[in-house]
């Protein structure tokens, strides 16, 4: 039996090296249906990873043992995509797309820098860098313009308009209709400035040629000034200056100190000053012996001057010379006044800029000021007309050199506390002085701070501007002066607000520097009131100042401080009022507040009727109880009622109406609608925002509201002072009780700020 098994299994095992069994092929997941779960995707800075479920034949198929995921374009805002392989019994792939939505930057993602600062040029424009922070990433964010509110130096808001993300910015998309950013502005005044100055022994110097950036003289507002020499002693044989300004240099060449006060001035009508002006501030006059006069070049052999008018048979004499005094050179940026003397006739004097060998540019008016346009040289040229007896005379033309404009960008200083993050620096962090006109740097600065600031600590690290390069055209000195700013870094100390029973305190910041004004706001729980809030530093108490609404403040002091909050339980008088009514805290806000009183010492009567009387001097004592008229249209408002004078003063501004002419109903129940009416007109008496409007179409007797009162009603229940009594029911002429009235009062005065 043995043997035959045997055989069997041999021919068994021989049959099978012939003929070996089929092996099982991988399946193709090519045709597998891939969904992407997770529903829709936003952008958020890191790589999006949905599961998916993967059904071949029906089948769903398992991610482990079945298939692995990889994902494609899966960061960035658009199409994503995520690749199915097979593995193990499947092989092949299939795939499935999902999209990245851009994320949304709202309002609270935006910021600019905290004042928008720059220095007075006569035009509103402001340049403010507005950014947007999300998803850990920083987002510039561009403007079509901003504007201060204001041209003349002052604090002014900037309003930035036409807010919108760069090209190329796909991943971010700002929420529909926020187009528009307000931000604090400031407006420097221009940096009253005075340069020295040259000139030769015996001419004159009109020493405003020497002032930068302080108005203009003789304008409404414009600066008024003095120049005294201080030295030396014999003043070079100088006399002082002239109150026109003209200083005239003696015969002895030397260096003369000079003081300068200028006032402030003004190109509005504000307060402020556009111009800081100075006080005896210093500078130098140098005194010179005369140049050797240049000759002009040969060609062309003669300046371009007017013509001279051909003697006539009286007018045949020649004038004595006729020389041109006043500065050899100028700063481009500055006027430089001209002037002659000599000449025989005291006639009207033509100006002129003569056309050869010049390399600068400049513009001369009649009365001989010269406004220069390009640095370098020029040669002015002076005609005085005859008369019947002279000739017309010409002087020699005067070479003038027009310097080079010095700019001097100066770094502004910066404060942040201790913790704060290091505080960015932007362009509106620094100003730059010598530009004319519209002129602007070819290249802006660079600001870095010195060092990184350690803002863990107290200190200062200075800020250093560097890179600017001047405008082209060759009219600014190329070596730009930079003065650096420092960022101060301020103490911060800690506020620990201890724990309380019966509410809360809350402060406006965890830690502040000395000397800030912190905020703390109570919030009790119902039934309760804050009794005391003590702040001590150390063994010191700290004064407190109280700022409405369960708001005191404090100024920090040099060192941490411990708020320790008391809350007692609220008793109210009234013994119809108990802590778990739903009127509870609206009966305490009106009683607290003084609008409303109990029926008697111990009641409220909270389920009680409201009069319409009760209701106008409610209103009369949240007006403040202004004085009203002695009388009021209503017969039957008798004088020394508690709502006599109420009701004429609600009367005669327009608050209430009469139920007729002569009559009013002061012990008339108030309806709902009635006290919709009566406080729809008193809030558009007090000028408040009334655009509010529920829909009454929600309750079902909503037919029966008067005519008269439909808007009212409908302003009350949009602004949630009036809602329904459950049911779709909105009972417009039914009773309004008392616990009613105390809780609509709260809700109106909370909801206006009244």
């Not at 990433?137 to 561009?142: L, M, S, Y």
């Not at 026109?244 to 000053?273: C, M, Q, R």
Request: glycine fraction near 10%.
């Amino acid at each position: 039996m043995k043997k035959r098994m045997l055989s069997l299994a041999l021919v068994f095992s021989f049959l099978l090296a012939l003929c070996p069994l089929p092996v099982a092929l991988a399946a193709d997941l090519s045709g597998a249906e891939v969904t992407v779960l997770g529903g829709s995707f936003v952008y958020n800075g890191k790589a999006q990873e949905p599961n998916v479920t993967v059904s071949l034949d029906g089948m769903v198929l398992n991610e482990e043992a079945d298939y692995t995921l990889s994902y494609g374009n899966n960061v960035n805002a658009g199409e994503g995509r995520v690749t199915v392989t097979g593995t193990g019994n499947y092989g092949g792939t299939a795939g499935a797309t999902f999209t990245i939505e851009p994320y949304t930057l709202t309002a609270k993602h935006l910021e600019g820098q905290d004042v928008c600062k720059k220095t007075f040029d006569e035009r509103a424009k402001a340049y403010p860098e507005i950014k947007a922070s999300a998803n850990g990433e920083t987002v510039k964010v561009d403007y079509n313009k901003a504007l201060y509110s204001q041209k003349g130096a002052g604090a002014a808001s900037v309003t930035v308009s036409g807010l919108k993300l760069p090209a190329g910015c796909e991943n971010y998309v700002l929420e529909e209709g926020l187009t528009e950013l307000v931000l604090d502005g400031q407006i420097l005044p221009q940096q009253t400035k005075v340069n020295n100055g040259t000139v030769e022994v015996g001419q004159t110097l009109d020493l405003w040629t020497l002032v930068e950036n302080a108005g203009v003289v003789g304008s409404d507002g414009g600066p008024t000034a003095s120049f005294d020499i201080i030295e030396p002693a014999d003043k070079l044989g100088c006399a002082e200056p002239s109150p026109e300004h003209v200083f005239t240099a003696g015969s002895k060449p030397g260096v003369l100190t000079l003081s300068a006060s200028i006032s402030e001035s003004y190109w509005d009508e504000d307060e402020t000053p556009d111009y800081t002006g100075v006080v005896a501030e210093t500078f130098t006059i140098t005194i010179t012996e005369p140049k050797q006069e240049e000759t002009p070049p040969a060609s062309p052999p003669e300046p371009s001057v007017p013509t001279p008018i051909p003697p006539s048979v009286t007018q045949n004499q020649p004038q004595e010379k006729l020389v041109i005094t006043g500065a050899k050179d100028i700063t481009y940026g500055q006027t430089l006044q001209l002037s002659c003397k000599g000449g025989s006739t005291n006639g009207a004097v033509t100006w002129g800029i003569a056309a050869f060998a010049a390399s600068g540019q400049a513009d001369i008016s009649p009365a001989g000021l010269l406004t220069p346009t390009k640095a370098g040289t020029v040669w002015v040229t002076a005609t005085m007309a005859g008369n019947d007896t002279y000739q017309d005379v010409t002087a020699d033309a005067v070479k003038l050199t027009i310097r080079q404009a010095p700019i001097r960008i100066t770094v502004s200083n910066k404060t942040a506390q201790m913790g704060d993050p290091v505080p960015a620096l932007t362009t509106s962090d620094y100003s730059v002085s010598g530009l004319v006109g519209r002129d602007k740097l070819a290249t802006l600065p660079t600001l870095s701070y010195e060092t990184t600031p350690d803002m863990t600590r107290a200190g200062t690290v200075a800020i250093l501007a560097s890179g600017a390069a001047v405008p082209a055209g060759g009219n600014y000195d190329p070596n730009i002066t930079y003065l650096p700013g420092k960022l101060t870094i301020g103490a911060a100390y800690p506020i620990t607000i201890l724990a309380a029973e019966g509410g809360v305190v809350t402060a406006d910041a965890a830690q502040a520097p000395e000397g800030a004004v912190v905020t703390l706001t109570a919030q009790p729980e119902k039934g309760f009131v804050l009794d005391s809030l003590k702040v001590e530093s150390g063994s010191t108490v700290i004064q407190t100042r109280e700022a409405g609404k369960g708001k005191v403040t404090f100024t920090m002091p040099d060192g941490g401080v411990l708020v320790t909050p008391t809350f007692v339980t609220k008793e109210l008088p009234f013994t119809d009022v108990k802590t778990q009514d739903w009127f509870y805290e609206s009966v305490a806000y009106v009683y607290e507040n003084g609008l409303m009183n109990g029926t008697s010492d111990t009641a409220l009567t909270p389920n009680g009727t409201t009069t319409r009387g009760m209701i106008v001097t409610i209103l009369y004592r949240l007006a403040g109880s202004p004085e009203a008229a002695a009388w009021s249209p209503f017969h039957d408002v008798a004088p020394g009622k508690y709502y006599a004078e109420p009701i004429a003063w609600a009367a005669w501004n327009g608050i209430v109406n009469g139920k007729t002419a002569t009559s009013f109903g002061p012990n008339d129940p108030i309806t709902r609608e009635q006290m919709a009416a009566i406080l729809y007109r008193y809030a558009g008496f007090r000028e408040m925002d009334v655009s509010q409007r529920g829909d009454l179409t929600q309750f079902g007797d909503q037919e029966k509201v008067s005519s008269y009162a439909r808007e009212a009603l409908a302003w009350a229940n949009g602004a949630g002072l009036i809602t329904g009594k459950g049911g779709g029911v909105l009972d417009p002429k039914g009773p309004a009780t008392r616990a009613q009235v105390a809780a609509i009062f709260q809700r109106f005065c909370e909801g206006t700020n009244q």
